[in-house]
């Protein structure tokens, strides 16, 4: 390549915005997944603690919608997954973490299991 040229190419990939590659711009966040790529994901649906207090929904379309006690979405965000580790981006910009494991999620200090399937102690 001339090199009177490579200024101008360096210039157009600079302009490339991140979200035309899939990621919210200014960050460093993994790429959406498209909704037709998590709708299978074992992971989607209703994830709640033992008390039923927290209640987390993963949606399909990579965001979540999390209510605590009688405040119903008091977050929401978007989520990625790699494996069985999630990562949280909340609309407000806070981020957060947590692992499934053995189906369970834990995530902030707490457990979350699938709806429908918490046990109950004896």
Sequence with gaps: ???ST?????????VISPSALGQP????????????EM?????????VTKDGH???ELLPNGRYDEARGTRT?????????RGTKIDYWDDTGFTADGE?????????GMLFHREGQVKQNP
């Design 1 to 3: 390549m001339p090199r």
């Design 6 to 14: 490579l200024p101008l190419v360096l210039a157009a990939a600079m």
């Design 25 to 36: 711009a200014g960050t460093n966040q993994p790429p959406v997944k498209e909704a037709t």
């Design 39 to 47: 709708e299978d994901h074992p992971y989607i649906g209703m994830w």
């Design 54 to 56: 927290i209640r987390q």
């Design 73 to 81: 979405s008091a977050y929401q965000g978007r989520y990625g997954i």
């Design 100 to 108: 499934f494991i053995d189906g369970v999620l834990h995530h902030g």
